[in-house]
């Protein structure tokens, strides 16, 4: 049994497989070869594994989904008999006496372009399939591997620390917790796993090799603790805290439909945090009064271009009518630092987290927080809306994004395009610039909404990525509660209201003192909203 100690950041317990993360190499090399015909052989060898693979992964589809929808694992196994597609493949490696990893790499792009460009519908979708099938190829031959994707089982993802994009594409259907060797209990990863209300532990200082992989692995989410190939006794005692567990959510469910209230009658909404639209589900289920955090950027994260207007409108849209008239708070596009997305060709900087960033990238790329903006007012019209600008440090900047919205209010009206004339404009207070000037900010927006992770690493200068600070951090710094206290004064002066929806608004052994201080609102992971209310229905 290997036994590490990290940071709990998700509470509870799992138990299950143990799968180390692949991390997708971002292109394949190309290089010349002498035995051409040896690596026409190795390219025929790996495609008629991955026709294997696809025969298995249909057979377990069908009884898992159906026939029609197993129906596409039968096109793929297709695909890779298609002539056109075989001798591509070998043509490259013959005459430019290359690799087969990057003939399969070179058709695979190739074959998606043309794709991509037929007037047909059914012929352009054939591009992603495409890249499917040599990806499977590629895997096949040794380059990367698509087990992540392929695994048919729930599994305990175990790497060495994880970026937001790579934590967005994951299958989190699949992901049953989290155990990184790096990252902080304020990283976006760690933030992730409390969104998806799993057991995980951060910063374990451990990398897990291959050598785990598939071995059973428990996590103690609420302990820290990770046991890789845990013995009898080890496993007796989680399995009887996972049992807990559910006993202690069954008692929380008794609060669902109850008001979040403290017993002298103050009542402080209690709102979920997203980062997806996959979220609402959690959100539904754990009964939050509304959406306090949208986290927008998750949808630029997981694309490989700029997401469209019709593409954000149906996921803000979506948020909007699933919370059913419940306040829906959508941040713009909070990019930059930790969040990068390769296509926004972001410059390479000493210091990202002090660097472009957030509202900054957006002011400057009108049209991108434009398009943005549009998306966001169209969904207005299907629900309680809210907009809200992150990074805010002046009063100007909050003035030119006030501007930019009602140009493009102006511009949906001359469009006879329905949105709500009334929708709440907000901003976040995330840096000590915001806080001081929280009394003058007030001034021009409906609400006030604290995030307290970006607060914290401004105000303490502390890095909330980096492992090796957390031994300084502290998150209940007589600073930081100070400026809370402020911006929440600073609200009141102009009858505004104010939330957080920073980590620290689920600490409970700091609700008393937000209720104390007048706070309005809360928002906090989805897993987080039932023992929240419980904590405020007993103050
Ligand atoms: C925050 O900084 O507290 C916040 C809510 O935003 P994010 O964690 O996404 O930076
Ligand atoms: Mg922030």
Known sequence: MLVLKGKGVGGGVTIGPLAVFKRQETAVERHAITDIEGEVARFQAARGKAIEQLAQLYEKAVVDVGRDNAAIFEIHQMMLEDLD????????????????????????????????????????????????????????????????????EKFVLVADDLVPSETVQLDKSKVQGFVTAGGSVNSHTAILARTMGIPAVVCTGVSIGMEHDGKLIAVDGYTGEVFVDPDEATLT???????????????????????????????????????????????????????????????????????????????????????????????????????????????????????????????????????????????????????????????????????????????????????????????????????????????????????????????????RQNQHLESFFDAHHPAILRLIEMTVEGADRSGIWCGICGELGADLELTEKFVAMGMDELSVSPASVLPLRQKIRGL
């Open 85 to 152: 597609y075989i001798e591509s493949i070998e043509g490259i490696i013959r005459t430019q006496e290359v690799n087969a990893e990057y003939a399969v790499q070179a058709t695979a792009e190739n074959f998606a372009e043309i794709f991509s460009s037929m007037e047909d519908e059914y012929m352009q979708a054939r591009a992603a399939d495409v890249k499917d099938i040599s990806r499977k190829v590629l895997a096949c031959l040794g380059f990367g591997s698509d087990a992540m994707e392929s695994a048919s």
């Open 237 to 463: 005692l989680l399995q009887a805290k996972l049992e807990q567990d559910v006993q202690h959510k069954k008692l929380l469910d008794e609060l669902k439909g109850k008001e979040s209230v403290t017993s002298s009658g103050k009542k402080v909404h209690v709102y979920a945090n997203i980062g997806n639209t996959g979220d609402l589900a959690a959100v539904l289920a754990n009964d939050a009064e509304g959406i306090g955090l949208f986290r927008s950027e998750f949808i630029y994260l997981e694309n490989e271009d700029y997401p469209t207007e019709e593409y954000q409108f149906a996921k803000y849209k979506l948020a909007a009518e699933t919370m059913a008239g419940k306040r829906v708070i959508i941040r713009t596009l909070d990019i930059g630092a930790d969040k990068q997305a390769a296509y926004f060709n972001l410059p390479q900087e000493e210091n990202p987290a002090l660097g472009y960033i957030a509202i900054g990238i957006c002011l400057e790329h009108q049209d991108i927080f434009r398009t943005q903006l549009r998306a966001i007012c169209r969904a207005s019209a299907y629900g309680k809306v809210a907009v809200m600008f992150p990074m805010i440090i002046s009063l100007n900047e909050v003035r030119k994004a006030k501007a930019i919205l009602q140009e493009v209010q102006q511009e949906l009206a001359t469009e006879h395009i329905p949105f709500d004339k009334e929708m709440e404009v907000g901003i976040m207070i995330e840096t000590p610039a915001a806080a001081l000037l929280s009394e003058v900010l007030a001034q021009e927006v409906d609400f006030f909404s604290i995030g307290t992770n970006d607060l914290s690493q401004y105000t303490l200068a502390i890095d």
